[in-house]
């Protein structure tokens, strides 16, 4: 079955300016979780979806949203861009209940400029 | 607060050589415990869950509640082992929201 795909793979914007990241998750598993990796902070829980409503959220501040769609799909939205936004952003699909593991994706890489 | 430690940036071993990533946690209460591993150029992948107790790959790692550990361990490491290895906690009954380490990457020289 195909995995979870994550678009674009590459992304360049530049500071003020808000971006969308999008999340397909696997058929079939319905929690969508998402993930900034950076050098020095490491990977950092954002959100949780599961049937279109958050459900979990990280220490992050409020420029960092999401959403989910009926179709489990996900997207991710970065308003007024700083540099420090600049990161690689896993989104991970699993099973709700008794989920035996997360299926990451290959990521989105932000850069900011 | 929930919080994952591994204090090894960086291992090298010989092929061959046993191996031990360390890993130590704080949790209140009775997490689920996970190794995910990411190979050059590929995605994050599960590795091994505590609670299936499986030996993946030559692979175990031991829970130990007393000392708040989850080591990895291999008795006989190969080059394929070379990868960025991280451990990770989340909530009891869920793999959705997953606190990592910062990882280790093991490098298995020949």
């Known amino acids: 079955k195909a995995g979870v795909t994550q678009t674009p793979r590459y992304l360049i914007k530049t500071r003020g300016q808000q971006v969308t990241l999008s999340c397909s998750p696997i058929?079939?598993?319905?929690?969508v979780s998402w993930y900034q990796q950076t050098p020095g902070q490491g990977l950092q829980f954002l959100f949780e979806?599961?049937?279109?409503?958050?459900?979990n959220k990280g220490n992050f501040p409020g420029r960092f949203s999401g959403r989910q769609f009926s179709n489990s799909r996900s997207e991710m939205n970065v308003s007024t861009l700083e540099l420090g936004d600049s990161a690689l952003y896993l989104c991970?699909?699993?099973?709700?209940?008794?989920?035996?593991?997360?299926?990451f994706g290959q990521g989105t890489r932000l850069t900011v400029v | 607060a929930q919080r994952v430690t591994q204090p090894e940036k960086l291992l090298s071993v010989f092929k061959g050589a046993p191996v031990e990533l360390k890993c130590n946690y704080s949790y209140s209460g009775s997490p689920e415990l996970f190794w995910y591993v990411q190979y050059s150029r590929q995605r994050l992948q599960l590795l091994l869950r505590h609670i299936s107790r499986e030996s993946i790959k030559g692979f175990t790692a031991d829970l130990n509640k007393g000392e708040t550990s989850f080591h990895l361990k291999k008795p006989f490491a190969q080059e394929e082992d070379s990868a960025m290895y991280y451990c990770?906690?989340?909530?009891?009954?869920?793999?959705?929201?997953?606190?990592f380490g910062s990882g280790t990457q093991l490098t298995v020289l020949p």
């Open positions: 058929s079939g598993h319905r929690s």
């Open positions: 990770a906690l989340s909530p009891p009954g869920s793999a959705r929201q997953l606190t």
């Open positions: 991970a699909s699993s099973l709700w209940v008794n989920g035996p593991e997360a299926f």
């Open positions: 979806y599961f049937s279109e409503t958050q459900r």
